[in-house]
Nanobody, 118 residues
């Protein structure tokens, strides 16, 4: 069983920065992709950024140039450095991974709230 534990959310003023962390623990055979999704109030969950084990990254257009995803493969941990935050970044942020042993939809963290005040 794989568990994802997120940390780093909180309240920040517009223009500020936050760093999210997500550690995968348990019986992990391997991990290809780790990523971050978010769900703004009243909206559907959306992809924020994803990173492969080899360091390939992909970002939502809305966060390009402001957010940076990185990972520590030795620690099975993924980070999301968020800068120049905007009120529209307010959401619950979820970590996701396709760790093996795989299961449909991958594994999800419990979510961490990020609130950006104007």
């Amino acid at each position: 069983q794989v568990q994802l534990v997120e940390s780093g959310g909180g309240l920040v003023q517009a223009g500020g920065s936050l760093r999210l962390s997500c550690a995968a623990t348990g019986t992990i055979l391997s991990i290809d992709f780790m990523g971050w999704y978010r769900q703004p109030p009243g909206k559907q969950r959306e992809l924020v950024a994803v990173i492969s084990s080899g360091g390939f990254t992909n970002y939502a257009d809305s966060v390009k140039g402001r957010f940076t995803i990185s990972r520590d493969n030795a620690k099975n941990t993924v980070y999301l450095q968020m800068s120049s935050l905007k009120p529209e970044d307010t959401a619950v942020y979820y970590c996701n991974t396709d760790a093996r042993p795989r299961r449909p939809g991958g594994y999800w963290g419990q979510g961490t709230q990020v609130t950006v005040s104007s």
